[in-house]
């Protein structure tokens, strides 16, 4: 018995090192901030890749790992959602830490995929270009990580640039959402003139100055010169000072980092960076390897906490379908919340109870698949042709769990949709099952509607466009799409939905879930409705962003 014992115990050794160096985050930005060229810094920073531009190929750079972000450029959209992982060891640690990066799509009318990607991260980067401040789609999104208590650290991008004073920038984020920003680092020189960090110790004294010297267009790892305080007020003498007074001005107003309230939500470190010159980029990875929580275990839908270290679970969070031409397949995301995932392992399909087979486990980045083989809490595992599975499905093997559904956004945008040809209506009707049970569109249905024109309901009108796309090229199918003059929809019950059928501008469904949602013309009508029968029930949908 003994030497089982002891494997189990080395296993379980292994599993919670594997936890304690893994970091999953994602970066949460408004279009245009940086969010590309900051991931490519990063892969550079780990060495992933040995010069910028490999991954999106910038012009003038190269272009050779993959053109996955330029190519989502291109079609002015971001349809895919996958993950980067890295090794990383920071400056004085004896191990590597694993960095997985979720990727986020930039548009706002995929604000719902970004939902559920931020349901599989332990912390979000929120960058902000230092130029535009917080812009809209920032906004949104961190809300979301407020919604859910994801820790934020937050970078701002483009230092080289003229942009705003510094703690004007941290006012706003303090004034506008309300996160007391906490810098570790301030930047020496103004907006456009970034020459270094100054690291903020206690009472906000300056304890080195972090000089960077730029490197041809910013292609590779910018030169670090590490400087006492006092070197430093030498070597740049007025714009240190005013670095420094700023320091202890933030100290003054408890701007100083703190981990409960950082970890609570409530404060969000700040960096200032350059993502293009590669500046501040290292203090970036150190910062969350420092302070972004490790993986942590979940809460089922019975309320009994899945450790890290039980058995296998995950949770989909994204499926995706036809993400190139040279593989037209479909993927199903899944980030593992406990135990250890190895490729082949028979694992159970929690709302199905059915068993399901690992065979085909990869990670996907841009084109680049690779097949996995073990992964642990943290990680996200993209399964090939797995149709059954939806976002916010569960998978586990041996102890059975199953996590709460991932909450579904209030669409704003509704269209009937209808096949061109009538002779097409078994394709027309699996494709758009199949749509739903993905979760690209909400299917809503009603008697005098029929089966044949189902309404689509969206968060952003993009999604009907994907929508059309897919079920051209996957089931060829031609639909025909008429916008609906509706704007709200509220969920309603049974003993509603007569009274509230009759009301003009008003019409009710019910969502595929069995949900059943009266979409209504406008707040107005909204308004009205609920003035005057204030006992039909409208309630808000889970509106989180
Ligand atoms: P995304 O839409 O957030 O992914 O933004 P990109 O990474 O594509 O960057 C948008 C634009 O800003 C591009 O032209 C970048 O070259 C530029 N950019 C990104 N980071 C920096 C930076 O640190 N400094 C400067 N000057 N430009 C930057």
Redesign the pocket.
């Known amino acids: 018995m003994a030497p089982v014992e002891r494997s189990e115990g080395k296993a379980s050794q292994v599993l919670a090192e594997e936890v304690s160096r893994r970091r999953t985050f994602a970066v949460i930005?408004?279009?245009?901030?940086?969010?590309?060229?900051?991931t490519e810094a990063l892969a550079l920073h780990a060495k992933v890749i040995s010069e910028a531009g490999a991954i999106?190929g910038?012009a003038g750079r190269r272009s050779t790992v993959s053109d996955w972000?330029e190519m989502e450029?291109a079609r002015g959209i971001s349809v895919s959602s996958t993950a980067l992982q890295f090794n990383y060891r920071s400056a004085g640690s004896s191990v590597d830490n694993v960095i997985n990066l979720v990727d986020t799509p930039?548009h706002s009318d995929f604000s719902e995929d970004t939902y559920r990607v931020l349901t599989a991260v332990d912390a979000a980067v929120m960058?902000i270009d230092a130029a535009k401040g917080l812009e809209p789609q920032t906004l949104k999104l961190f809300q979301v990580c407020k919604h859910r208590g994801i820790p934020v650290i937050t970078v701002i991008?483009?230092?080289?640039?003229p942009g705003r004073a510094p703690l004007e920038l941290l006012d706003e984020i303090n004034e506008r959402i309300g996160l007391v920003p906490t810098p570790l680092f301030l930047p020496v020189g103004i907006a456009g003139d970034f020459r270094g960090l100054l690291r903020r110790g206690e009472d906000g004294v300056a304890t080195e100055y972090i000089r960077f010297t730029r490197t041809a267009g910013g292609a590779t790892i910018a030169p670090e010169e590490i400087l006492t305080a006092e070197a430093a007020a030498i070597r740049e003498g007025e714009e240190w000072e005013t670095a420094a007074e700023e320091s202890e001005l933030l100290s003054a107003t408890g701007q100083d980092h703190d981990e409960e309230l950082f970890l609570a939500g409530q404060t969000s470190p700040v960096i200032y960076?350059?993502?293009?010159?590669n500046f501040g980029v290292r203090q970036i990875l150190d910062t969350l390897i420092e302070l972004a929580p490790p993986p942590r275990g979940r809460a089922a839908i019975d309320g009994r906490e899945r450790e890290v270290t039980d058995p296998f679970s995950a949770v989909v969070f994204k499926v995706q379908a036809g993400m190139d031409a040279a593989h037209r397949d479909r993927l199903a995301f899944m980030r593992i919340v406990s135990g250890v995932f190895e490729r082949g392992m028979v694992v159970t399909h929690a709302q199905t109870g059915k068993p399901f087979t690992t065979k085909y486990a990869q990670t996907v980045f841009g084109r680049e698949r690779s097949t996995v083989e073990s992964a642990f809490p943290g990680d996200v595992v993209g399964l090939v042709n797995a149709t059954a599975l939806a976002p916010g499905h569960t998978l586990y093997a041996d102890k059975k769990v199953e996590y709460p559904p991932i909450p579904s956004f209030a669409p704003e945008h509704f269209s009937v949709l209808r096949a061109e040809s009538a002779s097409k209506y078994k394709q027309f009707r699996r494709a758009v099952d199949q749509l739903d049970s993905e979760g690209v569109v909400q299917v809503l249905r009603n008697e005098i509607r029929g089966d044949a024109a189902p309404v689509l309901a969206a968060v952003g009108p993009m999604q009907f466009e994907v929508v059309s796309a897919r079920m051209k090229a996957e089931f060829n199918v031609e639909a025909r799409m008429e916008p609906l003059g509706y704007g709200i929809a509220r969920r309603t019950d049974a003993e509603s939905a007569d009274e509230l059928g009759r009301q003009r501008g008003v019409e009710v469904f019910t969502r595929s879930d069995g949900v059943l949602l009266a979409l209504v013309s406008d707040k107005w009508r909204l308004q009205y409705i609920q003035k005057e029968m204030p006992e039909l029930t409208l309630e808000p949908l889970v509106a989180t962003a």
């Open positions: 930005s408004h279009p245009d901030a940086g969010k590309s060229t900051l999106h910038k972000m450029k930039g960058l991008n483009k230092w080289d640039r960076a350059s993502a293009m010159l």
